[in-house]
């Protein structure tokens, strides 16, 4: 396992210098769900909802919050980002809302934290506006699913190996 990178020699938290690293295209993909009650799900479906379109808020909210990612997360570097794509698929048969959140730049650092960050707020979004309808929302299985660029290469979930590379057409949305 790698150590910490956020800690110097002495155990202080700082800023990871990153200077040195060279300017690579970097992609992640973060992905999480909201389960909610089947008729809260249809209402979200057909954008009948009082409060107007549920998802097309949310996706909005999900971009927003990815661009303000080291605003949020402390010793996170701010970068500017070149794509930030978030796609919802209604499951009725799990009665949930799943979401990705796909962040891009060409920058020194990855843009994972801006993926999670834009999923968890897009989701956010989605329990705020359809609370007064159900309150038993459970937002699940907020994770990164898969990494590209940078000196540590490309990863994605389920691979045996953190260091091996994907096809760089897969999950590209």
């Keep these: 396992m790698s150590e910490l990178t956020h800690f110097d020699a002495d155990g202080q938290a700082h800023m990871v210098d990153v200077g040195a690293k060279d300017e690579t295209h970097r992609v992640a993909v973060a992905e999480g769900a909201i389960r909610m009650e089947a008729a809260t799900l249809a209402m979200v479906a ?50 949930l809302v799943l979401c990705r ?43 990164v699913i898969e990494k590209r660029g940078g000196k540590s290469g490309d990863w994605r979930v389920g691979e045996t190996d953190d260091r091996k590379a994907v096809n760089q057409d897969a999950g590209a949305f």
């Excluded at 954008?47 to 379109?53: L, P, V």
């Excluded at 794509?83 to 499951?91: P, T």
């Excluded at 934290?113 to 897009?122: D, K, N, R, T, Y």
């Design 46 to 95: 057909a954008g009948t909802h009082k409060k107007g379109d549920v998802l097309g808020i949310a996706r909005v909210a999900g971009i927003m919050a990815a661009k303000r990612t080291s605003d949020l997360i402390p010793l996170c570097h701010p970068i500017g980002l070149t794509k930030v794509a978030v796609e919802f698929d209604v499951e009725t048969g799990d009665s």
């Design 101 to 143: 959140v796909r962040a891009e730049t060409r920058s020194r650092t990855g843009v994972e934290m801006e993926a999670l960050i834009g999923l968890q707020v897009a989701l956010a979004t989605i329990y705020d506006m359809c609370k007064a309808v159900d309150r038993g929302m459970t937002m699940t299985d907020l994770r």
